[in-house]
């Protein structure tokens, strides 16, 4: 199977979270994704964070997402990286995307060297975080109560996966974050949650944002668009003064600086459009 490399929320021509895509064109009328052992075994090859298989069908596209260790539901930067995939193979468009348990689309057009790319998340929601699942999470990452923000009650977000959302009050927090992989996978693992959104408010729009990723075996992503996706839910559930959008940076504190944006619709409970730019690693 041939692999795209593709980085999902660059900074222009840099940064960004590396994706693998694998991409069969040929029209089938039935999910005909290779099986899923084959899948996991090429994630596990490929070695990014996220690789996303997609198979043509009658009517869009049938996706399933692999990190190196195990199958997540939904990947936002995978996502951004497969509509500048099929951008760049088919024209510019909008794609639907048959996922295992959502339907959604995303959007790539191809700028110079670029392709701009932008999906619409599955539903969001949101949950008070349990006192138990917040004193879990501090203990892991090194944190105290009065670390956190008080503005942003620790919460479990969703769009599309589960992560728990702890802001804390400062930019220096935010960069002091470390943790021990085995501890965060159990930590995540044993609450069904796929990420930690660890976030720091610099303004009412603009946020940075780093997200350890031990349930994949991956210590932290540089973008995470299902992350920001249900980030930006949450804010909406909690009458955050976010203004119809939020800007997200992230990767920083990696040398791999990324940027995001969130269009929020007032409903509740409605999808998050999350956008960026995508650059061709390799193929």
Excluded at 34 to 48: W, Y
Aim: some cysteine.
């Amino acid at each position: 199977m041939n692999v795209l490399k593709i980085a999902a929320f660059s900074d222009g021509e840099t940064g960004g979270n590396p994706a693998g895509v694998v991409i069969d064109d040929a029209r089938h009328a039935a999910d005909a994704l290779p099986d899923t052992a084959r899948m996991q075994a090429l994630a596990a090859e490929v070695g990014f964070s996220e690789t996303a298989f997609a198979a043509r069908t009658d009517d869009g596209w049938r996706v399933r997402y692999f990190s190196p260790q195990t199958e997540v539901p939904f990947c936002g930067h995978a996502t951004i990286a497969l509509g500048a995939a099929l951008a760049l193979r088919h024209g510019d468009g909008v794609f639907a995307l048959t996922l295992n348990h959502a339907r959604i689309t995303v959007e790539g057009r191809r700028d110079g060297a670029l392709v701009a790319a932008a999906l619409q998340s599955p539903p969001t929601r949101s949950a008070a975080a349990s006192p138990e699942l917040v004193s879990q999470a501090l203990a892991v990452f090194g944190y105290g109560p009065d670390d956190l923000d008080p503005r942003i009650a620790p919460a479990v977000a969703h769009a599309g996966a589960d992560h728990l959302v702890l802001a804390l009050k400062s930019r220096a927090l935010l960069s002091a974050m470390r943790y021990e992989l085995e501890a965060g996978r159990a930590l995540m693992n044993g609450a069904g949650l796929t990420t930690v959104v660890l976030v720091h408010a610099e303004s009412a729009q603009r946020f940075h944002t780093r997200n350890p990723f031990a349930s994949g075996g991956v210590y932290e992503d540089p973008a995470t668009g299902a992350a920001t996706a249900a980030l930006a839910g949450y804010l909406r559930d909690i009458g955050w003064p976010h203004g119809g959008a939020i800007d997200v940076v992230q990767g920083e504190d990696m040398g791999m600086l990324s940027r995001l944006r969130a269009d929020i619709a007032p409903e509740a409970g409605s999808s998050v459009r999350v956008s960026g730019t995508a650059r061709v690693m390799a193929n």
